[in-house]
Each structure stands twice: as C-alpha cells, then as structure tokens.
C-alpha cells in the first residue's frame, strides 16, 4: 500500500472518505462534493450522526466522478488530538477494506501532523499475522487498496511527519508479526535472529548463547530455559542516538517464547495463547526499532531475556533454589511464575552492564493483573513518581493508558522463602501481580529509577478494534516510544 | 478495658511502660526509671537487640522495692518520624504484650514531652489511649470453658502525664470511635444464626438511645415501594429481608446530608448459584459494610458530631432453596431498571442497587459513599493492604483517600469508564449483574454507578480488608471494622464545622 498526501487528492478515486462532525456539520471537502444536497440527505435517512469512528457507505450519488463514498463521523470538534486522528485512520481503513477498490483518496480537512497520523492509523489497522502461516489466503481477507491519497492542508509537512511515523508504525507490526508466530517458529534462537535481521538503522545487536548466559551468572533465566530442547539466550539491542554522554533507558522485555508453565504445567484451555508470552520482548524490540528509525536522539537499550518455559526431564522443579545474576537466591515455588525469573535477571545484568539510568520492564506476568484491571489498561508499578507521571502521560497521549498500582513492602512476607532469600509465589488468592512486582523491585540495582509494566491484559485484542484486528496489539511500542522521547 | 488520665507519678503497683527513642535514648520518666534501679534499664538494654526502634518492646521485671512488678520498654524511633498512627500502635502493642501477658491490675503508661516530636503530649497520650483501646478487643462470649488464666484480665490502663486534663478532653471523642468499631466487631464476628436481618435492624434500631432516628422497613413495605433487586436476593431465604435507614440530625443548620450506604448480607451462601463449601463460614461477615455503617453512626451520635449525616443498610441472607431466584431471572430494581441476574452469587450489587437508589432519591444528599464485601476480584487486585476505593468524583475520592492514609485504612483507588461498562452489557434486560472474571471489581462498581443517578458517589470495596488472618497493633485477629475510622474521619473533616 502506497501513501501520498496532496493538498486535493483526485475525486475520481473509486473510495473517497469525506467527513462529518458529530454536531451534523459537514467539513468543507464534503460540502465542496455535496453541492447537490444528495449526501446530506441519504444521511437524514440513516442512524449516521458524526459519532467518532462511525462510518457510512454510500452508493455514488448522480453526478459524483467518485465510485464509492465512505462518510466518516469525526466526533466532536472539539480536544481533536492525534490519537483520535490515529483512530479514525483505522476506520477508514476497515471500511475501505470491505468496500473493496484499488485507489482510495480521504478528504477529511487536516492538517498535516493530524493527516501522518491518519495514516498511522490506517497503516496499523491493514495488519495480519503473518502470510506465510496459510496456504491460501482466507476468505474473509480482502485485499487493501494499492494506492492511498491524503488530503493535508500541507502536504510537505504531512509527508516529513508520516517519514517518522512510519517508522514507529514498522515498530509495532514488527511486534505484532513476533506476537503472532507460534511456538514452533519461534524460539529463542529465532527470537534472536529477528533482531540480528533488523535493516541496517544503526543498532548494535548482542547475543548471549547459552554458554554465556552461564558465564554471566544469569542463573535464573539458565533455570527457566533448561526444559527446553531450545536453548536461552539473552538478546540486548543498543541505539545510541543521544551520543556518548546522554543517559541510557534499558527496556527490559520478558521473552518467553513459549509457556506451558513447566513443571507447574497449566491447564490445557487456551494456553496456546501462551504463544504470545514474550508479547514485552517484543515490543521493546518494536520501541527500539521504531526509535532508531526515527533517528531520535535518545540512548536505549532493549534487554530481551529469551527462553521456553517446558516440562521436561531437564526442567526445573518447585522447590529448586537458584543462584541469580544479582547474587541474590531464590527458591521456585511455581515454575509458572517464571517471568520474574528471566526479569529479575535481565534487570540486575542490564543495571550491572549498561548503567543505564532508568530501567522499564514490560511483560505479560500475571492473570491477576487482569483480574485487576482487564484489557482496557495494563498495571504500572514503581517507586518513582516523576517516571510514573512521564509513562501515564505517554500512555494516555498514545491510547495505551496505565493504571498504577501500590508497590509495597509489605508483600515481603508473601515472598519470604524459608530456604532462600526469596521464593517466587505465593499461592492461592493472593494479590499476585503485586507480589510479582515486588519481587522484580528486589533485582533494581541502587539509585537506578525503575517501572514495570504489567500488560498480560492488554498484549492480546479479543475482537477487532480501531488500531488493529483480533490478535497481537503490539501495546506498549507506541507507549514506550514516546517515554523515551519520540513523537 | 478503662482508659484514665492522671498526673505523672510513678505507680506503686501493676506495669509500667516507659518511651525510649531510637539510638536506646531515655525518656526523662524512662531515665528516673532507671536511675531508682540503679541502671536495671540500661544494663537490660546492652544485653539485648532493643535498640528503641519503632515498634520494638523489651520488658524487664523490676527490683521489689520499685512497687511496679515489670518495666516494658517502648520504642518510639526518632522523634520527628512520631505519628499519630504509630502513637496508637504503641498503645495497642503495650495491651497485647502486658495485658495478654497477666497483667491484671493497672498497666500505666508515662508520656513524656518528647524534643523534636510534631505531637504534643496531650495528643499523643490520647492517641495512646486509643490505641490501647482499640487493641483491647476480644470476641469471646462463646468461650464458655476458657480457663480463668488464659483470658486478659486487664482492666484499667492509665496514661500518666502533666496535661493529662487535656488529654482527657481529646481522647473523649476517640472513646466514641472506639465504642463505634466495636459495635462493628461485634456484628462481623456474630455468626449469622445470631445475626440476620431483623436481629441485625433491632441493632440498630438500638442507636435511637443516642438520638439517632432509625427506621426499619420489612418486605411488605419494601415490596410496595418497590425494592425489587433487594428483594430478589432474600426471597430464598426463610429470614425476613430489612431496610434500615438511620439518620443523626446533629447539624441545625439544614444542610442536605451526606450519606453511608452498607451493604448487610448476614449470610451469603451464593444462593443457587452456589459457592465451594471451603471458607463458606467467612461468608458470616458478607455484611461487613452494614456493620461498618451501624458502627459509623454509633460513633458519629457517641460523640455529637455536629453533622447530618443518614446511614442506609440494605439486609438480605442469600440462600438456595425451592423459592431463591435462578440465574437467568430478570428482576426490576426500585429505579426501574431492569437486571439480568447471571450470577445469583453476584448478589450484594442487586441490594446496593435498590438502597444506592432510594438513598439519592429521598435524601439527596451532599455525597454518597457506599462500602461492600463485594468482589472476590479486590483480594485479587490488592490483597490486604488497601481497600478499593472507586468514585465518580475526584475531589470526593481524594479526601477518601486522604482520610484512610490518616486513619491507617489505606484505599487505593481503580478506574472506571466506558469500556469497563460495556462488560455488563446483557442481551435481554438493560444490564446483567456480572461482567467476567476480567476487572470483577471494577464491572461491580460500574454496575452500582448506574444507580447513583449522578450524586457525588464513591464505592469502598473490603472484601480484601474486613476479617484480619492475623493480630495487629490496633487490631486483633478477625473483624477489622475497617471503614469506621476512616469515614469518621471524613465526616469530622468535610461535613462539620464547629
């Protein structure tokens, strides 16, 4: 799919997206086209009033060089933000793609910042998983239009805005392509060859094998990989675009390849979805990604601690007592609890290697964060305010909001093993997501400011929404893209 | 257990507890302490791990001739870090490590003025009182064979100071608290063949001795005006479903009231829907908000506060049986809307509904905050450290807030929206009573605030806080009370002026 902006696209286009405000007003490129009055009154016969995201396909009307208009309700006027911009971009795009037809012109009366990031939207909401997984496409899969003409008040500024957006667009289709494969495609090691096959941006790839990950003391991610016939590995993906002396951020993504909770094996409904358990490796190497696209003059370093989680004559068992990275012991009392196994190590090597100056660790770690605050929000945990407000701002100006949730001491107690330092769950009802976090708080290394965020809610859409199908969201590569300075 | 005030002497006999501060520095009444036993204190201190730290204690038994039997010293950490939450902790720990321990005469405490403390000694000494008081409570009336030694036997605990008129004066209305969360103890503790919903009402009904005005409805006038969700609920059950509304006029000037709003499941077996037999017996104290809102109102009247304030508990015991409702039935609540009940275990909002409803409709009130054992999801979300607090108001749930980190009943508060109401969409009526398992607590809040018809309103949710598995400082084992404190609280900073 190709994307233009022109300040008039051509009206013969065989779509032609014009808007309407949610007050019933036209905007002027539909009042230009609507002269005849024929629009406007099919709209009086219709329940379409201008809402955000509605749309209406209309027949051409007599007279119209155009074959098919698409009516989209823009909302009210109104706290119009690039994010609603994004949103509404995905609508037209859904609606484009069932309407059919190869060129596509969208004449909503932005401005050329608002117009990039229409085609944002437009651009995420066109994913699927991967091709390659069927041998003939599915019939509900249409094909998009080849061509897309945006109308922008400046068609320069839109095209310079839409170069970087695109980029943090390929961020987030790369981390829903990574979500989408399953178990048997990607490994570790697979993993791992994904981020050696970035395109040259500039990033500095380095693997850990598993002899490594021994040498270094990684001793709790070795414990969770051992299961497996696929070995671990501990991915780090540099961009250094802040130069020497700016501070380094450490995105810390948990990368469970597969999890079939070891030999605390889970049940067996929906645990395929477990494919999808190294959804924050994934979008930290999507932030990466997208950050060096961009070119952005920030220094981030994405940490992927990647493993299956297998049953396995080699496998750890419940009780074993681990040696971490960070010296610290550990007895497994869940081998389901095996995210904050590889975290807590990726953090206490990233913080002893990188001297990074702030951690931000993203996982799919528990169901009770779910439980919590079910998947219109991920659960935030830190000790440190100014990086709270900094991520839910970031969070709400992209559409992945957060909802902090209490970091305590007093969770201890939960985590107090009477063989080891600490033990890594606790059963039964108990406030898991909060245990886990605690426990992650104990591997931060000193003076270093960390958060954690908990998207086992929110790493999976379960029907189809604004900026994507049913499947993999990619969340929290626009959201961490953004804290760390893009947009 | 009686709470005194008396002049700083030393007592001639039972216990005393003395301050020390962090660093094993004395308090002046600490220091002649151990100046008459010739550095007993001292020498005690160096052979041990006290340290004066908060919340540590060492007890050292005194020589003959101090007339005291033991010394128990507390530490009080570095002065200026002296709160009133940690003030009541001591006097809690004081009652548990001396009272529990046999002492049965008179536990004294010295209150010293303490350079660099925030608090005065009036202050601190009341807060210590409170404490104690507060740690003091036991439910143990059907202990029938419990030996004479094994119970606490203290009776008196005096707090020793020079201001100790003024610190009379400042614990009176702390004794009114007290005596309000232990009205609420007792109701959460009562089994629910002793409590139910008339048993329950006649409780309350109890309160008009301190001039609280207390109505009680039964199921025919309930029926008539229309309590539909509520009744729904109780018709399994062979107990006669209550509405009690309690209103405290302490206020002249005729402002519009702030209003509690509790829910009283005496007993909640999950009706047809029912629960695993494990922990049903917990199920007692599903009338955890209504003993919070009963104790509330015993507090407010105990201590004249000058507000108006109106407390409604909605009591129902949910049980299966050849009359309970099945899950698919569709009950019209008491403001026409109607409910799909899935879930015939998702009960406490089908009361809430109905007495949330009535609440704003009669009294329209300044702001409403209701309080339920209501999701097993918040034990999930937030263990039990902190209750759910959820509001359709900023402002009202920032002083919530404010008030629990006060009182030591901590909330934190979660979101509601849109997206989360969509959850309790249902195919046939206007809502259904249960949304999933996904964000269980904040779909209950949703479906409440479809009853709040716009007031200021704030939903508590203490499943996760309402029965402590363990002794606390100020709260021993078992029902907590938590909410009375803290609304107290709220009603003192926001709704009175004096």
């Known amino acids: 799919m190709d994307i233009r902006f022109a300040e008039r696209p051509p009206p013969e286009a065989p779509l032609l997206a014009v808007g309407m405000w949610r007050d019933g007003r036209p905007t002027p490129a539909l009042a230009a086209l609507d002269a005849g009055g024929g629009i406007m009154a099919a709209v009086a016969h219709s329940r379409f009033r201008g809402g955000e995201g509605e749309v209406l396909a209309l027949a051409v009307p007599p007279g119209l060089a155009a074959g098919r208009v698409l009516l989209v309700g823009l909302g009210v006027e109104s706290a119009f933000d690039d994010a609603r911009a994004a949103r509404l971009g995905g609508a037209v795009m859904a609606a484009a793609l069932e309407a059919g037809g190869q060129r596509l012109s969208v004449c909503l009366d932005l401005d050329g910042n608002a117009a990039a990031h229409l085609a944002l939207g437009m651009s ?3 994913w699927r998983p991967p091709p390659d997984l069927r041998s003939r496409p599915a019939e509900d899969e249409w094909e998009p239009p080849e061509e897309v003409v945006i109308a922008a008040a400046d068609p320069a500024a839109a095209a310079a805005s839409w170069r970087r957006l695109d980029h943090l667009a390929d961020g987030v289709l790369l981390a829903r392509d990574l979500v989408a494969e399953p178990g048997n495609r990607l490994g570790p090691e697979d993993f791992a060859d994904h981020a050696l096959a970035l395109p040259g941006l ?4 380095d693997i850990l094998d598993e002899d490594a990950i021994g040498e270094e003391g990684l001793g709790l991610l070795a414990a969770v990989g051992r299961g497996s016939a696929r070995p671990p590995r501990l991915v780090t993906v540099s961009w250094s675009g802040g130069g020497a002396d700016a501070p380094v951020t450490a995105l810390v993504g948990k990368g469970i390849t597969f999890d079939t909770g070891g030999i605390s094996l889970k049940r067996g409904d929906d645990m395929w979805e477990m494919k999808a358990d190294m959804a924050g490796a994934a979008a930290c190497l999507g932030a990466v990604r997208a950050l060096a696209g961009m070119a952005a003059p920030v220094n981030v370093a994405a940490v992927l601690p990647l493993a299956e989680n297998m049953p396995a004559g080699g496998a750890m068992r419940p009780g074993d007592v681990l040696y971490s990275c960070s010296g610290r012991t550990v007895e497994v009392t869940d081998t389901d609890a095996e995210g904050r196994l590889v975290l807590a190590d990726a953090i206490a090597w990233a913080g002893a290697r990188l001297a990074p100056a702030r951690i931000i660790d993203i996982a799919t770690l528990t169901g009770a964060v779910v439980t919590a605050l079910g998947r219109h929000r991920a659960g935030l945990f830190t000790a440190d305010n100014a990086l709270a407000e900094r991520l839910l701002r970031a969070g709400e100006a992209v559409d992945e909001p957060l909802w902090r949730l209490p970091l305590s001491d007093a969770h201890d107690e939960a985590l107090t093993s009477e063989v ?13 997501a909060l245990h886990a976090a605690r426990f992650l708080q104990h591997f931060v290394p000193p003076r270093v400011a960390w958060a954690h965020l908990d998207i086992a809610g929110t790493a999976l859409a379960e029907e189809d929404w604004a900026l994507g199908p049913k499947g993999p969201t990619g969340f929290g590569v626009r959201l961490l893209a953004a804290a760390c300075g893009a947009v | 257990m009686k709470i005194t005030f008396a002049k700083p002497e030393l007592p001639g006999e039972g216990s005393l507890v003395v301050g020390v501060l962090d660093g094993r520095v004395l308090t002046p009444t600490a220091r002649q302490v151990d100046e008459r036993t010739g550095g007993a204190l001292t020498r005690a201190m160096k052979a041990s791990r006290f340290k004066g730290g908060k919340d540590q204690t060492l007890e050292v038994v005194a020589p003959p001739e101090m007339g005291v039997s033991r010394v128990l010293l507390a530490g009080l950490g570095k002065a200026k870090e002296i709160d009133v939450l940690q003030a009541q902790n001591l006097g809690g720990n004081a009652v548990a490590r001396l009272g529990r321990a046999g002492e049965d005469k008179l536990l004294s405490i010295a209150i010293d003025a303490i350079e660099g403390c925030s608090l005065a000694p009036a202050e601190f000494a009341a807060q210590v009182g409170f404490g104690a008081r507060l740690g003091s409570y036991r439910f143990d009336k059907y202990r029938t064979k419990e030996k004479k030694e094994d119970k606490p036997s203290l009776k008196k ?3 020793l100071l020079a201001d100790h008129a003024d610190a009379k004066k400042l614990y009176q209305p702390l004794d009114a608290v007290a005596e309000g969360v232990f009205v609420t103890r007792d109701l959460v503790s009562e089994p629910a063949n002793v409590i139910y919903p008339e048993t329950l009402a006649r409780e309350a009904e109890r309160l008009s001795e301190l001039g609280v005005e207390v109505e009680v409805f039964g199921e025919k006038q309930l029926r008539k005006m229309g309590f539909g969700a509520l009744l729904a609920v109780g018709q399994g059950s062979e107990r006669e479903s209550q509405l009690v509304v309690m209103h405290w006029k302490g206020d002249k000037g005729g402002e519009a009231p702030t209003a509690f709003v509790g829910k009283g499941v005496t007993f909640d077996s999950g009706g047809i829907s029912i629960k695993p037999s494990a922990s049903m017996e917990d199920m007692k104290w599903d009338m955890g908000g209504a003993g919070v809102v009963v104790g509330l109102m015993r507090a407010l009247a ?9 407390g409604v508990v909605g009591l129902v015991e949910n049980m299966p049986s050849g009359a309970a409702q099945r899950p698919g039935d569709v009950v019209t609540t008491l403001s026409g809307q109607t409910v ?8 406490g909002r089908l009361v809430l509904a109905d007495a949330l409803w009535y609440t704003q ?7 409403m905050v209701d309080l339920a054992t209501l999701t097993g999801a918040i034990l999930i979300a937030l263990g039990d450290q902190h209750a759910g607090l959820f509001a359709n108001d900023d402002a009202l749930a920032e002083r919530i807030a404010a008030a629990g980190s006060a009182t030591g009943e901590k909330v934190w508060r979660f979101p509601l929206g849109d997206a989360y109401d969509k959850q309790i969409k249902s195919d046939i009526a206007d809502m259904k009573n249960v949304g999933g398992r996904e964000a269980g607590s904040i779909t209950a809040a949703q479906f409440l605030q479809r ?22 400082p100020t709260v021993p084992k078992g029902a907590t009370a938590f909410g009375v404190r803290l609304l107290d609280r709220l009603v003192a900073e926001h709704c009175e002026d004096d």
């Open chain 1, 202 to 205: 500039g990033c500095e790839v």
């Open chain 2, 157 to 159: 605990i005096a707090l």
């Open chain 2, 451 to 472: 009853f709040v018809n716009d007031v200021p309103w704030a939903h508590i949710d203490i499943a996760g806080v309402t029965w402590s598995k363990k002794d606390q």
């Open chain 1, 420 to 432: 080891a330092d600490l033990r890594n769950a606790a059963w039964g009802r108990v406030p898991d």
């Open chain 2, 361 to 367: 409709d009669r009294f329209k009130p300044r702001f």
């Open chain 1, 124 to 126: 995420l909401r066109l």
């Open chain 2, 340 to 347: 799909e009940v899935i879930n015939t275990d998702a009960e």
């Open chain 2, 302 to 310: 105990a201590r004249k506060a000058k507000a108006n304030v109106v």
